[in-house]
């Protein structure tokens, strides 16, 4: 018999997170959440090499992602197309860095997303997908993409419902500029960690299960799941990608429902 693990979230700390003013502060940051990583992985045998940290800066002004780069961070995830855009624009000197757009697409911003993203994690309708061909066929651009599930059971909620993900999923060989990696979801956002660790448990065993079901074309390596308050659960449970903006970054003023529906 193996030890339930106890992880408890950090949601408690949301909106409370020190911010990060100098390269001694990210450089900090980002020791702590690569140490807990280390430390998540090691709980469950898993490689830390296989866990990708996607620092999130939306809401961020150029000089944390500055002080970001020079701490070493090489790709960023934003949830809003134009103001990804307009970072992008504005740190275009920092020709090693990636951008990956992480929040829900109206199809007339594909075009904005198709021109400099490297990937989109929120892929939830077959209209965007067909937006974003068009668009990446115009730009001589292919893109990573993750197909967003919505694992909460929220009606708020971005994604699809599991069980509408394996027909999406079959038709995406035909668009062949987006580059199928995986699935990615959104946990509740609850301070009780064994409601957050079953929405990641959903996301994997989904994974486990399409990769039975849907044609072998289809890459579904990639789970992005966990955020500041709760990566080492997602870790846990399998994710290779975490997103985290707040245990880097320091809070945010906004509020999240500019980002996520409520
Ligand atoms: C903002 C955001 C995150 C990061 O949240 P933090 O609490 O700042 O770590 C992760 N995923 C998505 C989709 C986001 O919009």
Redesign the pocket.
Known sequence: MTTPLETPTRHDR?GR?PQATSLEDFRRNLATVRARIAAACARVGRDAAGVRL?P?S?TKPEAGIRLAYAAGCREF???KPQEAYRKWEATADLTDLRWSV??HLQTNKAKLVARFASEF??LDSLRVAEALERRLQAEGRALDVLV?VNTSGEASKYGLPPDEVAALLRRLPAFPALRVRGL?T?ALLSAEPERVRRCFVRLRELRDRLRQEVAQCIGLDEL?M????D?EIAIEEGATVV???????G??ATP?AE??PS
């Open positions: 949301h997170w996607l999130v939306k995830g934003e949830n992480i929040g994690q929120a967003q990615m959104l992005s966990g955020m500041s308050g990566y997103r985290v903006g707040q245990a880097i970054f809070a945010r999240d980002y996520w």
